[in-house]
């Protein structure tokens, strides 16, 4: 197993607030990682300094050896790290069709002049486009609602979408921040298994941010606490679970 | 037939141009970004032609060149807006929303002052005597039109193309547009090119069309009324802006015997349509014909 994403004392502040403080980690390819940690801890800020949408106060983060930090989200994303949002990014008013054409983007290269005259390099990528939209919308079982505008979806339905637009990028790293936010228990229950379904289909790493601690614990590898900015416990999901200090953070939270 | 042309010829070629420029305005609302710099580029794409067509400088090259003079007018005014776009909206493109709207407003001002006092413009008189292309106002039709064909099927074709896509998507979510791998920046500044190529086009054609051109052309005034085209009209359809500009150029004109109560009449309808249609008359017969498609498949069974 080799590293993919490696940070290395990763910090922010804003104003005197450090939401993210020295934090250093490591991700193994093809892994499921954790990240938890209550309210505030700073998980989607860390999220935020990974794919450059937030600019780092000190550190450096790399994929597979590329420094990152610096880098504007939509080179990162185009070096392959896909992401979802803790409130729902989709675009809203277009359907779920062209919410997964769209984050296509990078993998294609057809020019203005070149879509507008309907070049042979538009056409074949516009063909291919299509049908990997309708790919993975089957994927996330959404397939018979394609042409729907996402702001019609619910809520479960759009966190599914959201994913989709994200495999769509067809990323090494996918980052899903609370994905089972707002599913009800049976949704829940088919996450796990969904993200398993897709980390082994398109060989990826997963980062996931949860609250949920059953969802975290049966699904993750490995699993890192954050706590008031800092990193306090990684490790198997027994061990972080034993851990004194991430029982007295989230007891002391209580 | 002959004498309707006579009469509302400058009419109909006026519209057509208006909806020109209503969707110069339109592409870079596509991608989200609110320009009211039109205005400028089409003066400058009218001062272009008016200079290539009547300064010394360029006698030689009218004599060469015939009636092909035009066409490279036409072209260089897209090139130079084109270049002028760039370099504008690299850094007015970092403002958002309506602080861009101020700025291009500015940029609109700013063009217009220096027009006013350079000497190659004509100051504050201006050109006149611009040579014609055709022998009647209606015979601009025949470049305005394929003008506003090729514009229409520019931006279908864009809607479904790659490129389209980028530009819905800022409009729609510019940070998850980035985090998907679209470069905002690029594509803003791209759309705003289109929008100004396409106005200095248009200044270049109505240069010899209105005979005389001077600062009075591309205005504050214009960007509004490109705008309101624009939002009556629809900024989200292919079609909206054309039928705003349709609808409100021609008001005036068909209200004309109301004398000055047209203005007021005018007003109304403006704020009539922004409360009740907020994506314009092309939105609501969306949504119309959208319900009307449902209640018909209801009616069959169907969902
Ligand atoms: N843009 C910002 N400006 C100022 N403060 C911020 C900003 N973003 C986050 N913070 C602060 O940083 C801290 C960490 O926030 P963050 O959203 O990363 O927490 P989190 O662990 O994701 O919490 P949650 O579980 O509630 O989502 C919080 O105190 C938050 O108020
Ligand atoms: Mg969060």
Redesign the interface.
């Given at each position: 197993m080799s590293v993919i994403l490696e940070a290395h004392r990763l910090s922010r502040s804003f104003g005197g607030l450090r939401a993210v403080n020295a934090v250093s980690f490591a991700v193994e390819e093809g892994e499921i990682f954790g990240l938890i940690g209550p309210n505030g801890a700073g998980k989607t800020t860390l999220f935020n300094l990974m794919?450059?949408?937030t600019p780092v106060s000190s550190g450096t983060f790399t994929f597979r050896g590329t420094q990152l930090t610096g880098l504007?989200?939509?080179r990162i994303?185009?070096l392959g790290i896909?992401?979802t949002?803790q409130n729902i990014?989709?675009?809203?008013?277009?359907s779920a069709l062209?919410n997964v054409?769209?984050?296509q983007?990078?993998r294609?290269v057809?020019?203005?002049f070149g879509?507008?005259?309907?070049s042979k390099t538009?056409r074949l990528?516009?063909i291919a486009?299509e049908e990997k939209g309708w790919e993975i919308l089957k994927l996330v079982g959404l397939a018979d609602r394609a042409t729907e505008i996402a702001a019609n979806f619910s809520y479960g339905e759009q966190r599914r979408l959201e994913i989709a637009?994200?495999l769509a990028?067809d990323p090494k790293v996918l980052l899903l921040d609370e994905p089972a936010a707002g599913m009800n228990a049976a949704e829940k229950q088919s996450l796990t298994a969904f993200i398993r379904e897709v980390r082994d289909l398109y060989n990826l790493t997963v980062v996931l941010i949860e609250h949920h601690v059953p969802l975290v614990m049966g699904l993750c590898d490995r699993i890192a606490v954050l706590n008031f900015g800092e990193l306090i416990a990684v490790g198997s999901p027994e061990e972080v679970q034993k851990n004194p200090a991430v029982i007295e953070a989230y007891l002391g939270a209580e | 037939m002959e004498e309707f042309l006579q009469n509302y010829g400058f009419l109909l070629v006026t519209l057509v141009q208006q909806s020109l420029l209503a969707m110069s305005l339109y592409f870079p609302l596509s991608a989200g970004q609110l320009s009211l710099a039109s205005p400028g580029f089409y003066a400058l794409g009218g001062y272009v032609a008016a200079i290539m067509a009547t300064a010394d400088y360029f006698a030689p090259w009218r004599d060469a060149l015939g009636w092909a003079i035009f066409p490279l007018e036409w072209l260089i005014a897209g090139l130079v807006s084109a270049l002028l776009a760039f370099l504008v909206g690299v850094p007015a493109l970092r403002l958002r929303g309506i602080y861009l709207a101020l700025a291009t407003i500015a940029f609109v001002e700013i063009l217009r002052v220096v027009c006013l006092n350079l000497a190659i413009t004509g100051g504050a008189i201006g050109i006149f005597g611009i040579p014609q292309l055709f022998e009647s106002r209606w015979g601009y039709i025949w470049i305005f039109g394929p003008l506003l064909v090729i514009t229409l099927i520019?931006s279908y074709?864009?809607d479904?193309?790659?490129?389209?896509?980028?530009f819905?998507?800022i409009r729609?979510?510019e940070?998850?547009?980035?985090?998907?791998?679209?470069?905002?920046t690029h594509y803003k500044v791209?759309s705003f090119v289109?929008g100004a190529v396409l106005a200095g086009i248009v200044g270049a054609m109505s240069a010899p069309f209105l005979n005389t051109w001077n600062a009075r052309q591309g205005t504050f005034d214009a960007s509004i009324s490109y705008l309101a085209y624009v939002l009556i009209g629809g900024g989200?359809s292919l079609w909206g802006p054309m039928l705003g500009a349709v609808l409100l150029a021609s008001l005036p004109e068909l209200l004309r015997p109301l004398k000055d109560a047209r203005l007021i009449i005018n007003g109304m309808v403006l704020v009539i349509a922004s409360i009740y249609l907020p994506f314009g008359i092309a939105g609501a017969l969306q949504r119309l014909k959208l319900s009307t498609l449902k209640r018909y498949a209801s009616l069959r069974g169907g969902r």
């Open positions: 794919t450059g949408l504007p989200p939509h994303a185009g896909g992401r949002f990014r989709l675009f809203k008013g277009l062209e054409k769209i984050s983007h990078t294609t057809t020019g203005l879509g507008i005259i309907g538009s990528e516009e486009v637009r994200a990028l | 520019f074709r864009l479904r193309s790659r490129v389209g896509r980028a819905k998507a729609e979510d940070l998850a547009a980035g985090a998907m791998g679209i470069n905002p791209l289109i989200r």
